[in-house]
């Protein structure tokens, strides 16, 4: 199989980049999760199930295996990384093509279906995360939980809610809790994420946070867009469903696949499953030009 590893100078930053498959066929790129995550993990887990398509494994600015930036806000912002896409994709002389997003990733991919609609053939979502305020609230009432406290009243202000959440527990258990639904699934993930060799991002989301991401509801501009996404979320996702995954296609229409069982990571959780749906999403697409 062709395969190409470089990075790609995008005006004041280089990202990482595996170009995968024919180069003739369908161009698929991965937007991943983080904020300051990398998209080895897609590879690692799904590598094998997209070789129908020609896939753009991308770590975005400053995270994954692109080089690192300084702690700059400036540098760190959805806008940034829609811009990042678009250069991307001018830079490889791609028409058209499709994303494929996870969790944080699916804003810049929306943002980017919203803003750049001739180059998009459409927009896969796994696990979307657009209102981050609705996640706060999430992470508050999980970190509750953890205590054996009462889960009721949340406070307004998503600043607050996490400073409470986090108060007593790390953030990493909180997360985990509302995204793995089992031990082993969890395990899984972290034995490949040590694999890949990758620090965390850690100061990636730091600015992010600083340039206001809690605060950021992106459900007003879902009703802009001229496409319709594919959502495919875990039943078990609790960082995402229902209320993330189900305000898309409320709002933007599209299709919902909720996967039995399965969390933030239900190619892990359920992969026969996943397969099953993303191949059904990423046939869509194709089928609807």
């Known amino acids: 199989m062709r395969e190409e590893i470089r990075l790609v100078p995008l005006g004041e930053v280089e990202v990482y980049l595996e170009d995968v498959g024919a180069l003739d066929a369908p ?4 937007v991943h999760g983080g904020p300051g995550g990398s998209s080895y993990v897609f590879r690692e887990m799904l590598g094998e199930e997209l070789a129908d398509y020609r896939v753009l494994y991308i770590d975005q600015r400053g995270s994954g295996r692109s080089p690192a930036l300084p702690p700059d806000p400036r540098l760190f912002t959805v806008d940034a990384l829609v811009e990042d896409l678009d250069a991307l994709r001018d830079a490889l002389g791609l028409e058209r093509w499709a994303l494929l997003a996870h969790g944080f990733g699916a804003v810049p991919a929306l943002e980017y279906a919203r803003r ?3 180059f998009v053939r459409g927009v896969v979502l796994v696990g979307p995360w657009v209102h981050y ?4 609230k999430r992470l508050w009432r999980a970190s509750r939980a953890l205590q054996d406290q009462p889960v009721e009243g949340a406070p307004e202000d998503p600043q607050a809610a996490l400073e409470e959440a986090f108060a007593e527990l790390e953030p990493k258990a909180v997360f985990d809790a509302l995204m793995f639904p089992s031990d082993h699934g969890r395990a899984q993930y972290e034995w490949v994420v040590e694999g890949s060799g990758l620090m965390p991002g850690a100061h990636v989301g730091e600015m992010f946070v600083v340039n206001g991401l809690w605060a950021l509801d992106y459900t007003p501009y879902l009703m802009d867009l001229s496409l ?8 078990k996702d609790g960082t995402s469903y229902p209320e993330q995954a189900e305000a898309v296609v409320d709002l933007a229409g599209g299709t919902l696949e909720v996967i039995p069982g399965a969390g933030h990571y239900p190619w892990i959780d359920a992969p026969e499953v996943f397969v099953r749906a993303l191949y059904a999403a990423l046939d869509a697409v194709l089928e609807e030009e």
């Open 133 to 136: 305020p609705w996640l706060a």
């Open 116 to 118: 750049f609609p001739a």
């Open 228 to 235: 319709a996404p594919h959502v495919i979320v875990g039943e």
């Open 27 to 30: 161009a698929l790129a991965i």
